[in-house]
T-cell receptor
Framework: AQSVTQLGSHVSVSEGALVLLRCNYS??????LFWYVQYPNQGLQLLLK??????LVKGINGFEAEFKKSETSFHLTKPSAHMSDAAEYFCAVSEANTGGFKTIFGAGTRLFVKA | DGGITQSPKYLFRKEGQNVTLSCEQN?????MYWYRQDPGQGLRLIYYSQIVNDFQKGDIAEGYSVSREKKESFPLTVTSAQKNPTAFYLCASSNTPWGAFFGQGTRLTVV
């Protein structure tokens, strides 16, 4: 069965510093992987997705993620944090099952950005 | 503009009442989903539907019911059997597996 583990429920960085949010997945078949961002009291917005093309995926707002099959990881990075990046981030994995596709989300990582 | 709309944004329910949360999409997506979000627990799948007139239980379906009579609509009913319904509910749709579009959520509070 598929699962997603996000390491660290809270991450704090200074403005301008590197952002690294960790995600490990478990899937019995080649997965589709996603990162979403959620601002307070809002829905989730898709940041980027891996669908078996390039292993380094670029998303919106300067974020990118690298798929590493050997490590079953899909960590999210951004070279320089901005105050507006403060939000909650969710990693998700989707795979086919008998009912179609099912997406499982990690528990989320809240990113704090200090001035 | 295409999108997914949830209503109401805030909902208050008395204990023992059933309430229905609305979810409508005009993206022409086949698949629709309902998730429940609680602090520190991420999103948990309640029900999902891949096609009209068909839906499957997710991981926490007890105390909830859905219908999918139209492609555009996937309402969720929170029944009195759901013992702890206070949560943030998110509806999503997708042309699987390319990622989901989410509504803005409904915050349900039991009073």
């Amino acid at each position: 069965a598929q699962s997603v583990t996000q390491l660290g429920s809270h991450v704090s960085v200074s403005e301008g510093a590197l952002v690294l949010l960790r995600c490990n997945y478990s899937s019995s078949v080649p997965p589709y992987l996603f990162w979403y961002v959620q601002y307070p009291n809002q829905g989730l917005q898709l940041l980027l997705k891996y669908t078996s093309a390039a292993t380094l995926v670029k998303g919106i707002n300067g974020f990118e993620a690298e798929f590493k099959k050997s490590e079953t990881s899909f960590h999210l990075t951004k070279p320089s944090a901005h105050m507006s990046d403060a939000a909650e981030y969710f990693c998700a994995v989707s795979e086919a099952n008998t009912g179609g596709f099912k997406t499982i989300f990690g528990a989320g990582t809240r990113l704090f950005v200090k001035a | 503009d295409g999108g997914i709309t949830q209503s109401p944004k805030y909902l208050f329910r008395k204990e023992g009442q059933n309430v229905t949360l609305s979810c409508e999409q005009n993206l022409n997506h086949d698949a629709m989903y309902w998730y429940r979000q609680d602090p520190g627990q991420g999103l948990r799948l309640i029900y999902y539907s891949q096609i009209v007139n068909d839906f499957q239980k997710g991981d926490i379906a007890e105390g909830y019911s859905v219908s999918r009579e139209k492609k555009e609509s996937f309402p969720l009913t929170v029944t009195s059997a759901q013992k702890n319904p206070t949560a943030f509910y998110l509806c999503a749709s997708s042309n699987t597996p390319w990622g989901a579009f989410f509504g803005q959520g409904t915050r349900l509070t039991v009073v």
